[in-house]
């Protein structure tokens, strides 16, 4: 009986890296799982790493896994979401897309180039212990999002891609407060393909495992 490896990469979120708590689930889940398929044994594999938060030096981490890896499904989480919509001819997965980020990273750069605040926003946004994206909000870095949100939206449904992206958000998302995470933003770009759950922004680990990984077996074919 042959065998055969269905890939994910997960694209964490601002801070995150790869012993973030959602893909780590995913990876337990799927190593302890077999699916018989028309004669055939199939395994998942969910694939992670810690990223840079400059995105020019991220985007050229991704380009280097992609041309070595054949990924059959992206999930992308928060911030990551972004970097995940730029892959393109594969499904996509949304966590509580943050889609409107870039627009506060763009203000908050004017006040990065002053020394004091530069080091306020490091203070206040820093990354946990452990295998975790290093944050520096530096006026080159936070400038980058703007380009980076641009480049995403050109794969996006309205753009004219024929990609699959499914989205989920938390009815209690604290984000959806200021904008940065917006069903109806996700709407206008990419259709009504989404569901909302009652959870926070982090996703709770049961949603986790009735939400999350269901909708990942059904996008591969192997629900």
């Known amino acids: 009986m042959k065998d055969k490896v269905f890939k994910i990469f ?9 012993d973030s ?5 995913l990876k337990e ?7 018989l398929k028309d004669g055939i044994e199939y395994r998942v594999e969910v694939d992670i790493f810690t990223y840079s938060f400059d995105v020019q030096i991220a985007t050229k981490q991704f380009e280097a896994y992609f041309k070595h890896n054949i990924v059959n499904l992206v999930i992308g989480e928060s911030l990551g979401s972004l970097h995940a919509i730029r892959q393109k001819d594969i499904p996509h997965i949304l966590i509580s897309p943050a889609l409107n980020t870039y627009k506060y990273f ?3 750069a004017f006040l ?9 926003f490091n203070n206040i946004w820093k990354a946990k212990e452990g ?44 984000y ?4 940065i995470v917006s069903v109806k933003h996700f709407e206008s ?3 009504q393909n989404y569901t909302m759950y009652e959870g926070s922004h982090f996703t709770e680990n049961k949603y986790v495992y009735s939400l999350i990984i269901p909708k990942i077996l059904e996008l591969i074919g192997l629900n």
């Open 131 to 174: 295998d975790r994206q290093s944050l520096d909000f530096s006026y080159s870095n936070l400038r980058q999002y703007k380009e980076h949100y641009r480049l995403a939206m050109a794969n996006s449904t309205k753009a004219g891609s024929r990609d699959v992206f499914y989205a989920f958000f938390g009815k209690n998302d604290h």
């Open 106 to 108: 763009y203000y908050l």
């Open 176 to 179: 959806m407060k200021y904008g």
């Open 10 to 18: 997960y694209f964490h979120g601002m801070g995150g890296g790869a």
């Open 112 to 120: 990065s180039r002053i020394s004091l605040f530069h080091k306020l």
């Open 189 to 191: 770009n990419f259709s």
């Open 21 to 25: 708590r959602i893909p780590n689930i």
């Open 29 to 35: 889940y799927f190593s302890k799982a077999l699916y």
